[in-house]
């Protein structure tokens, strides 16, 4: 176990549905990022939050939105779902100043179908 | 913006020693790391790299040359279980601490 957990660990839904991914940060962690890997695709960078507000933005479209919150869980919105869409979504989370980088939850399948 | 290359598959023998290369060009650097990932689960970090040289980490080691824009990671005494993804990642140089990462290595380790 990570520290990092992520709700639902498998989703399916029909095109153009709307989901909600989940993500408790390590304990102590403030920063959030959120990452899309598509099948046999590297790891892409959506959006980070830190400590409630939104910190840098990536490759997210205007159809996927996120937010942290006071307790500084995150969600990711994905709406008027693709089939492209369909990828395991990765949240991960730091602490300033830490060395190694990221600490990453177990994903969320996400298949559209 | 950020680019960064490696080989898309290796196959090595256990027992083997193995070098994954990767090379980058960004904006900005402020570290390299790698990246294991087994099929289906998350990253877990391997190493960490900001200034040119080599990290040793048992049977891990990862080099860094600032100035070429390459890094390798070196995995030494293959074992079966060693066979996954391996992604090369690099941060940026602003304060929001993010990782850019490759498309990753997948490595089969072949008895």
């Known amino acids: 176990d990570s520290g990092v957990t992520q709700t639902p660990k498998h989703l399916i839904t029909a095109t153009g549905q709307r989901v909600t991914l989940r993500c408790s940060p390590r304990s102590g962690d403030l920063s959030v990022y959120w990452y899309q890997q598509s099948l046999d695709q590297g790891l892409q960078f959506l959006i980070q939050y830190y400590n409630g507000e939104e910190r840098a933005k990536g490759n997210i479209l205007e159809r996927f939105s996120a937010q942290q919150f006071p307790d500084l869980h995150s969600e990711l919105n994905l709406s008027s779902l693709e089939l492209g869409d369909s990828a395991l979504y990765f949240c991960a989370s730091s602490a300033e100043g830490q060395t190694y980088g990221y600490t990453f939850g177990s994903g969320t399948r996400l298949t559209v179908v | 913006g950020q680019n960064i290359d490696q080989p898309t598959e290796m196959t090595a023998t256990e027992g083997a020693i193995v070098q994954i290369n990767c090379t980058y060009q960004t904006s900005g650097f402020n570290g390299l790391f790698w990246y294991q990932q087994h099929a289906g689960e998350a990253p877990t970090f391997l190493s960490y790299?900001?200034?040119?040289g080599l990290e040793e980490k048992g049977r891990f080691s990862s080099f860094l040359s600032r100035s070429k824009g390459y890094s390798y990671l070196l995995l030494k005494e293959l074992q079966m279980k060693d066979s996954a993804s391996y992604l090369c990642a690099v941060r940026d140089q602003g304060g929001a601490n993010n990782l850019f990462f490759g498309t990753g290595t997948r490595l089969t380790v072949i008895p």
């Open positions: 790299n900001v200034l040119d």
